[in-house]
Protein backbone atom coordinates (compact mmCIF):
# COMPACT_ATOMS: atom_id res chain seq x y z
CA UNK A 1 0.00 0.00 0.00
CA UNK A 2 1.18 3.85 -1.16
CA UNK A 3 1.81 5.38 2.06
CA UNK A 4 2.47 9.55 1.71
CA UNK A 5 3.71 11.17 4.62
CA UNK A 6 4.00 15.13 4.67
CA UNK A 7 6.00 17.62 6.84
CA UNK A 8 7.39 21.01 6.82
CA UNK A 9 3.68 23.28 6.87
CA UNK A 10 3.99 26.40 9.74
CA UNK A 11 3.23 29.59 9.70
CA UNK A 12 5.78 32.37 8.67
CA UNK A 13 5.38 35.91 7.44
CA UNK A 14 4.74 37.47 4.15
CA UNK A 15 7.89 37.09 2.58
CA UNK A 16 9.15 34.35 4.63
CA UNK A 17 10.29 30.67 3.04
CA UNK A 18 9.19 27.19 4.32
CA UNK A 19 10.08 23.68 2.65
CA UNK A 20 7.49 21.19 2.60
CA UNK A 21 8.45 17.04 2.30
CA UNK A 22 6.35 14.25 0.92
CA UNK A 23 7.77 11.10 1.94
CA UNK A 24 6.61 7.81 -0.39
CA UNK A 25 6.66 4.20 0.58
CA UNK A 26 5.12 1.32 -0.02
CA UNK A 27 4.92 1.73 -3.93
CA UNK A 28 6.25 -0.89 -6.38
CA UNK A 29 6.40 0.66 -9.71
CA UNK A 30 9.57 2.28 -10.58
CA UNK A 31 8.07 5.76 -11.84
CA UNK A 32 6.16 7.96 -10.45
CA UNK A 33 4.67 11.55 -10.39
CA UNK A 34 3.84 13.29 -7.10
CA UNK A 35 1.93 16.55 -7.40
CA UNK A 36 1.69 19.11 -4.86
CA UNK A 37 -1.75 20.60 -4.51
CA UNK A 38 -3.36 23.42 -2.31
CA UNK A 39 -6.74 24.25 -1.07
CA UNK A 40 -7.53 27.47 0.64
CA UNK A 41 -11.21 27.90 2.36
CA UNK A 42 -13.93 28.76 0.23
CA UNK A 43 -12.36 27.97 -2.68
CA UNK A 44 -10.87 24.65 -5.31
CA UNK A 45 -8.31 22.36 -4.57
CA UNK A 46 -5.44 23.49 -7.23
CA UNK A 47 -2.28 21.99 -8.40
CA UNK A 48 0.60 24.25 -7.54
CA UNK A 49 3.93 21.45 -8.78
CA UNK A 50 4.15 18.69 -9.73
CA UNK A 51 7.73 16.16 -10.44
CA UNK A 52 8.44 12.82 -11.79
CA UNK A 53 10.94 10.42 -10.85
CA UNK A 54 11.49 10.23 -14.60
CA UNK A 55 11.53 13.44 -16.43
CA UNK A 56 11.80 16.09 -13.27
CA UNK A 57 9.39 18.91 -13.06
CA UNK A 58 6.06 18.78 -14.49
CA UNK A 59 4.30 21.74 -14.11
CA UNK A 60 4.70 25.14 -11.91
CA UNK A 61 1.22 26.86 -11.58
CA UNK A 62 1.82 30.52 -12.89
CA UNK A 63 1.88 32.34 -9.91
CA UNK A 64 4.33 30.15 -8.08
CA UNK A 65 6.94 30.32 -10.43
CA UNK A 66 10.10 31.96 -9.56
CA UNK A 67 9.03 31.60 -5.89
CA UNK A 68 8.78 27.78 -5.44
CA UNK A 69 11.07 24.73 -6.33
CA UNK A 70 10.14 21.03 -6.54
CA UNK A 71 12.78 18.55 -6.03
CA UNK A 72 13.13 15.27 -5.19
CA UNK A 73 15.49 12.84 -3.50
CA UNK A 74 14.96 9.24 -3.74
CA UNK A 75 11.43 8.68 -2.71
CA UNK A 76 11.16 11.98 -1.14
CA UNK A 77 9.46 14.78 -3.40
CA UNK A 78 10.17 18.77 -1.99
CA UNK A 79 8.38 22.09 -2.26
CA UNK A 80 10.65 24.87 -1.51
CA UNK A 81 8.54 27.97 -0.95
CA UNK A 82 10.34 31.61 -1.14
CA UNK A 83 8.30 34.67 -0.51
CA UNK A 84 5.52 33.68 0.34
CA UNK A 85 2.55 35.60 0.09
CA UNK A 86 -1.01 35.64 1.63
CA UNK A 87 -2.59 34.21 -1.47
CA UNK A 88 -0.26 31.01 -0.78
CA UNK A 89 -1.81 30.07 2.50
CA UNK A 90 -3.66 27.28 2.05
CA UNK A 91 -3.80 23.20 3.18
CA UNK A 92 -1.23 21.63 1.19
CA UNK A 93 -1.19 18.14 -0.27
CA UNK A 94 1.08 15.75 -1.69
CA UNK A 95 -0.52 12.82 -4.46
CA UNK A 96 1.39 10.08 -6.31
CA UNK A 97 0.48 8.00 -8.84
CA UNK A 98 2.68 5.46 -10.59
CA UNK A 99 4.19 7.34 -14.22
CA UNK A 100 2.65 6.37 -17.06
CA UNK A 101 4.49 5.64 -20.56
CA UNK A 102 2.93 8.95 -21.78
CA UNK A 103 4.16 11.80 -20.44
CA UNK A 104 1.62 13.69 -17.95
CA UNK A 105 1.78 17.09 -16.03
CA UNK A 106 0.09 16.21 -13.25
CA UNK A 107 -1.05 13.11 -10.80
CA UNK A 108 -4.79 12.10 -10.88
CA UNK A 109 -4.34 11.57 -6.91
CA UNK A 110 -4.54 7.92 -6.54
CA UNK A 111 -2.75 8.45 -2.78
CA UNK A 112 -2.78 11.42 -0.79
CA UNK A 113 -0.62 12.60 1.89
CA UNK A 114 -2.45 13.89 5.15
CA UNK A 115 -1.82 17.72 3.89
CA UNK A 116 -0.33 20.12 5.63
CA UNK A 117 -1.05 23.90 6.88
CA UNK A 118 0.85 26.80 5.28
CA UNK A 119 0.07 29.70 6.83
CA UNK A 120 1.29 33.82 5.70
CA UNK A 121 0.67 36.45 8.22
CA UNK A 122 1.15 40.05 6.98
Known amino acids: EVHLVESGGGLVQAGGSLKLSCAAS????????IGWFRQAPGKEREAVSC??????VTYYKDSVKGRFTASRNGNTAYLQMYNLESEDMADYYC?????????????????WGQGVVVAVSS
Open 95 to 111: AMDESPLEYITCPVGHT
Open 26 to 33: GFTFRDWI
Open 51 to 56: ISSRDG
